[in-house]
């Protein structure tokens, strides 16, 4: 008898109030397909903060508990392009923790970069208004 393969999809999110946004979906596999078998926000785990801070090291506990499973994460990355001034993406990543001592040093420089608004990357900018798929979501989960 093969063992089901567990198989987790985060669809994360960087809010303030992450622990509302991000979602923990958890399965296995079952021949050609996926059984699901729950469907929760990161603040149904234990030990849950309310902040985005607080969220992740739940994340990171999960992913330590369960070493043999496969991890899906759903956020993106990539910047705005205005905001990347190095030549490459390789040289920009190199050089990352030299010119930002911590998130948000690296938030106030961006934000002042782009003259104090967040800029969208263009996929962001294809997403707004569709709420369907969050609601959808809501509800099968």
Do not use: H
């Not at 992740?56 to 993106?76: Q, R, T, Y």
């Not at 990355?77 to 923790?97: C, D, N, Q, V």
């Not at 030299?98 to 040093?105: G, L, M, Q």
């Amino acid at each position: 008898m093969e063992i089901p393969i567990r198989i987790f999809g985060i669809d994360f999110s960087g809010a303030q109030d992450a622990r509302k946004k991000i979602w923990v979906t958890m399965g296995f596999s079952a021949g050609d397909g996926l059984v699901v078998e729950d469907c929760l926000r990161v603040r149904d785990l234990p030990n849950s903060g309310k902040r985005l801070e607080s969220c992740l090291p739940d994340i990171v506990e999960l992913i330590k508990s369960n070493p043999n499973a496969v991890f899906g994460f759903d956020f993106p990355f990539g910047l705005a392009r205005p905001l990347i001034k190095a030549k490459t993406w390789e040289e920009w990543i190199l050089a990352f923790s030299s010119r930002f001592k911590n998130p948000d040093d690296f938030k106030k420089k961006f934000l002042s970069y782009a003259g104090g608004q967040e800029l969208r990357r263009n996929t962001d900018k294809q997403s707004v208004g569709r709420s369907t798929y969050l609601k959808f979501r809501e509800i099968s989960c």
